[in-house]
């Protein structure tokens, strides 16, 4: 069984109905069961925290109403995973490193450490991740993803 | 076969540790068979309308510890419960019965990161060789 661990950004797109990982994980042919599919509750965080930044009260409502509906979708399968100790290893060493990031415009910073927190969860389950091709998947071998 | 019970079975599997399967399969075969599960002797002295139940598609639970309940079910019953798991929900499936609707605008996370590469020790140095050299000025 293959476990397909969202990005917050694919979090983001599925909310929004935007991306190619919208159109994978919702699109007749995708047909992924609902156990297959895995977010981090810190994800869960970092979607707030950006939802909350965002201007238009109708939007912003609208964004956590969709929010709390996905959320409950995966938890009821019990797919909402914490970041644990294991988890928390494996981001320390996570840390120690340059990951590279491409933004939607192009430019590059690096990985958050709460995306980092997310990606070492991805690691602890042995999943495969769900993310836009990023110059940083290249550098954590370990890392399987999937790029829709 | 009673077409809640297999609307029931369909999202079973999404329940991923074994005890929890086992506990929630129990909880849903004693609903379904309508009460209290089955003594060993009220099976054995009622055998006959036991296993006219069972054929009928009423599933039929004997007592037992947890996770040892027996079950009577037909061939065909037990058929209809093994095509009912295999047609597990989809994620799409499960996320439109909730009611979602994505909102139709792109949210972008922030990413970036500060970076402190100063090692503790030496951090710690700096702070004793200040304090030490401070009532000197």
């Known amino acids: 069984m293959t476990i397909f661990f969202l990005s917050t950004q694919s979090l983001l797109d599925v909310l929004g109905g935007k991306g190619n990982t919208f159109k994978w994980l919702m699109g007749a042919g995708a047909r992924i069961p609902m ?66 990031y491409r933004k939607s415009d192009g430019s590059t910073t690096e990985l958050s450490p709460a995306s980092r927190m997310v990606v070492a969860t991805a690691l602890r389950r042995g999943a495969t991740f769900v993310e836009s091709s990023q110059p940083y998947h290249a550098v954590i071998p370990d890392l399987t993803i999937f790029s829709p | 076969m009673d077409v809640n019970f297999l609307s029931a079975v369909r999202s079973l599997p999404s329940l991923r540790e074994e005890p929890e399967l086992e506990k929630a399969l129990s909880e849903l075969l004693t609903k379904t068979s309508g009460g209290a599960p089955l003594t060993i002797k009220g099976v054995r002295d009622r055998f006959s309308s036991v296993n006219r139940l069972a054929k009928s598609g009423r599933i039929q639970v004997v007592k037992g510890p947890p996770g040892e309940e027996t079950v009577i079910v037909s061939i065909k019953g037990l058929a209809a419960i093994i095509r009912a798991a295999a047609a597990s929900l989809s994620f799409a499936d499960a996320l439109t019965a909730s009611g979602f609707v994505p909102t139709g605008h792109r949210l972008l996370q922030s990413e970036g990161f500060k970076r402190d590469d100063t090692l503790v020790l030496q951090a710690v140095e700096n702070a004793e060789s200040t304090e030490i050299a401070a009532p000197a000025r």
């Open chain 1, 35 to 100: 156990q297959d599919v895995e977010i981090s509750a810190v994800s869960i965080g970092q979607a707030l925290d950006t939802i909350q930044r965002n201007t238009n009260a109708v939007m912003r409502k609208n964004f956590e109403r969709q929010l709390t509906l996905l959320v409950t979708t995966v938890r009821s399968s019990q797919g909402v995973i914490p970041f644990d100790e294991g988890a928390a290893r494996i981001w320390a060493d996570l840390q120690a490193r340059t990951l590279e």
